[in-house]
């Protein structure tokens, strides 16, 4: 199982993708979120949109979703093996469709429906992939808002946006190698997002543990990254770096 980032940027990043990472194992694929980055990013890979397969959306924040209407319309147009899956946090699901209707329902063949573009799975607590157990874990980023997290053990957890939650952390950090915390890495603390001063204190073998992502474009130039991983445990991800378990956790281009 190899995870790859599609982009390690938070919602205003220009110089890198916004948030997003393929997960690639079993012959498939799994994005979590689709911005409108990734298709640059797939490109970058030598991707086509039509080969994604399977994509969860962790919450409806525009810069976690705004891809989706593209990738729907590029499928239509050159069809891959088959329509992309699509697994929606049962909560979320119409709330996404009224996002994608706009563009998607009325086409020049007739009127649309969401499962017309995506094969649709609502999900509560999990979902499974070539036999592989994707488990949501719910996240505190905005409150009343639903978020959520993936859990796939014992590879990793994958924090999508949140405030730190730092039972939880601790408790995940047993049952995973890998742990994709969000983390600003800016000076000011934001009330939805977590901050590098929350995840100082964390035991260090936590900090081992764990990449941030869904950080400011400061910190993709080699001025700031490498300043910081040499003062501490914690790494930041980086954009279309994989993270591969078979190879015992290496990172690999
Ligand atoms: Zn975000
Ligand atoms: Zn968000």
Not at 12 to 33: M, R
Not at 103 to 128: I, M, N, Q, S
Not at 202 to 220: F, G, N, R, W
Request: with cysteine.
């Amino acid at each position: 199982m190899k995870l790859t980032f599609l982009g390690c940027g938070d919602g205003f990043s220009v110089e890198q993708g916004h948030n997003s990472a393929i997960v690639t194992f079993a012959d498939t694929n799994l994005c979590i979120d689709f911005p409108e980055s990734n298709h640059v990013s797939l490109h970058q890979m030598g991707m086509k949109l039509n080969e994604v397969e399977h994509i969860f959306v962790t919450h409806l924040h525009e810069d976690h979703v705004n891809g989706l209407q593209k990738l729907a319309l590029f499928h239509r147009v050159y069809p891959g093996k088959a329509k992309p899956k699509l697994y929606v946090p049962a909560g979320l699901r119409d709330d996404l469709w009224q996002i994608l209707r706009h563009g998607l329902e009325l086409t020049t063949r007739g009127k649309r429906v969401f499962e017309d573009y995506f094969d649709v799975e609502c999900v509560e607590d999990a979902f499974e992939i070539a036999g592989v157990r994707f488990e949501l874990i719910r996240t505190q980023h905005v409150p009343e808002m639903l978020s959520y997290g993936l859990l796939c053990k014992p590879y990793f957890y994958f924090s999508g946006d949140t405030r730190l939650d730092e039972t939880y952390i601790n408790k995940v950090a047993g049952e995973v190698e890998t742990i994709f915390h969000e983390c600003h890495m800016q000076d000011d603390q934001l009330p939805s997002h977590t901050s590098l001063e929350e995840l100082l204190p964390l035991p260090e073998a936590i900090q081992e543990k764990m990449l941030l992502m869904h950080y400011v474009d400061d910190y993709v130039r080699a001025e700031a990254r490498d300043p910081f991983h040499g003062r501490h445990k914690l790494r930041l991800a980086e954009p279309l770096r994989g993270y591969d378990w078979q190879n015992g956790g290496d990172e690999s281009r």
